[in-house]
Structure formats: C-alpha cells, structure tokens
C-alpha cells in the first residue's frame, strides 16, 4: 500500500472553480496607491501592452482623487485627465522590467500589492494580445 500526499488527495479544480475563486479574490478590499493608477490596455497594430499612468492622491475615507481639485476621481464613466507617463512592450515581462527597473522618472508604484497586481494584469493582457481575445482590465 502507497500513501496518498496532500495534493494527491485533491481534485483538480475545474476552469469555473478557478474564475469563481478569481472573482472572489478581486471583490476583496485594497488600500490604493498614493503613487498614481494605470490604464493598461493593447495596442494591436503596434503589437503592444500599454500603461498609461495617472497621478492621485487619497483622501481620508481611503478614495483615490484629482490631485488639482481634491474631488474623488470616478469609478465609472470616462474622466478626462492627462496621464503623467506610458510604458509600453511587446510582452509582460519586458513591460515589467521597463516599469519597475528602468523606469525614468523612477517607477512610481509605491506599494507591492499594486506592483503584484500589475504584474498578473501585464501577463493577461499578453495572452490577450497573443491569443485576439478582448482584454478588459480587472
């Protein structure tokens, strides 16, 4: 008779196990980065991951707001603001190393929590770009 490890013992999630646990994950709360946001989106015909970044500052109830005029920046709809910077590459990897290595000004991420996230929205914009599925950012 062989013993049965841990993970022997588990069943494979399936993909809906796996999009479900996601979408659990990404209702969680998380303290914004005084450091500014980033749109990151795909620019096709240049075969490119975009990341547009913008400033913001956070208020005391932890919203992120217009550095100008202090208002809370809305979470739907379109804001007409000018991005400080775009980093922009052909995959995930380069467009990391770009913002969190060479970046110039240096990187503005301050927390690794957003560092993280913007990693794991880089890759899916990759697969994305590689695969002409849409990307939508989380």
């Known amino acids: 008779m062989t013993a049965v490890t841990e993970s022997q013992s588990l069943s494979t999630p399936t993909t809906q196990d796996l999009d479900a646990l996601d979408n659990q994950l990404s209702k969680r709360y998380i ?41 809370p920046l809305p979470t739907r709809g ?28 240096p990187c503005p991420v301050t927390f690794l929590d957003h560092a993280a996230y913007l990693g794991r929205e880089f890759v899916r914009a990759e697969i994305a770009l590689i695969s002409g599925q849409a990307y939508v950012q989380d």
């Open 31 to 71: 303290e914004l980065d005084p450091g500014g946001y980033f749109l990151i989106y795909l620019d096709r015909d240049q075969g490119l991951i975009c990341a547009k970044h913008f400033t913001n500052v956070i208020n005391d109830k932890g919203l992120a707001c217009d550095p100008e005029t202090g208002k």
């Open 78 to 105: 379109k804001v007409e603001r000018s991005h400080t910077q775009v980093y922009s590459a052909r995959t995930a990897k380069e467009l990391c190393i770009k913002l969190f290595e060479n970046a110039d000004p």
